[in-house]
């Protein structure tokens, strides 16, 4: 009975690498989100996705960052060229029919990344 | 510009009383709101949750108020105990949006 899964728990990147994050949503779960939160700060959202769409990328930085949600396999969020400013623990986290009264979500336990 | 705002960065209180978390909203189209809380190295859970159309929801211990002329919320937790010492956010949501808006959360401590 897995809730939602997040890999890597940690992952250190150098200065200009690429990040990849993973997050299998909950069974049944057709709706995910990322959140970031950077130290004392917190959760931000960046992009929710159906699966194959972009519903909502609103509060996604416009360079270096992209997300998907295939129809086959875990959602991914992706970070090209990492800078120190990217070090965070981003989470995601899975409904099942938002927009409904009981919606509610259900968050991994994150991905930390932090930049060297 | 910040539309769920948590001005108590920190609360303690002592184990048996009453803790009292507030949070702030200022979009008139939210009609949901949820706490969830945080333990460290943790995701967030869902806690309780309430309905625009009502002024209280109560689990247990925990009771959600909602006062929308005031756009204020607060979650009252009672008899506080240990376990309780947890970051608190406060979400809320609109149908439209599909998206649930994050306060900075509350460090509440619940001392022995």
């Known amino acids: 009975n897995a809730g939602v899964m997040q890999n890597p728990r940690h992952l250190v990147r150098r200065r200009g690498q690429e990040a990849r994050l993973r997050c299998s949503p909950m069974?049944?779960?057709?709706?995910v989100y990322w959140y970031r939160q950077l130290p004392e700060e917190g959760l931000k959202f960046m992009v929710y996705?159906?699966?194959?769409?972009?519903?909502?990328e609103s509060g996604m930085p416009k360079e270096r960052f992209s997300a998907e949600f295939p129809k086959e396999g875990p959602s991914i969020l992706r970070i090209q060229q990492v800078v120190r400013g990217d070090s965070a623990a981003y989470f995601c986290?899975?409904?099942?029919?938002?927009?409904?009264?009981?919606?509610?979500?259900?968050f991994g336990s994150g991905t930390q990344l932090s930049v060297l | 510009d910040q539309q769920v705002k948590q001005n108590s960065p920190s609360l303690s209180v002592q184990e048996g009383r009453i803790s009292i978390l507030n949070c702030d909203y200022t979009?008139?189209?939210?009609?949901?709101f949820l706490w969830y809380k945080k333990y460290p190295a943790e995701g967030p859970t869902f806690l309780i949750s309430?309905?625009?159309?009502?002024d209280k929801n109560e689990d247990g211990r925990f009771t959600v108020f909602l006062n929308k002329s005031a756009k204020h919320l607060s979650l009252h937790i009672v008899p506080s105990q240990p376990g309780d010492s947890a970051v608190y956010f406060c979400?809320?949501?609109?149908?439209?949006?599909?998206?649930?808006?994050f306060g900075d959360g509350t460090t509440l401590t619940v001392k022995p």
């Open positions: 986290a899975s409904s099942l029919s938002p927009g409904t009264e009981n919606e509610k979500l259900f």
């Open positions: 069974k049944g779960h057709s709706h």
């Open positions: 996705l159906q699966k194959e769409n972009i519903i909502d």
């Open positions: 979009n008139s189209m939210f009609d949901y």
């Open positions: 309430i309905s625009s159309i009502k």
């Open positions: 979400a809320a949501n609109s149908a439209n949006a599909g998206k649930s808006t």
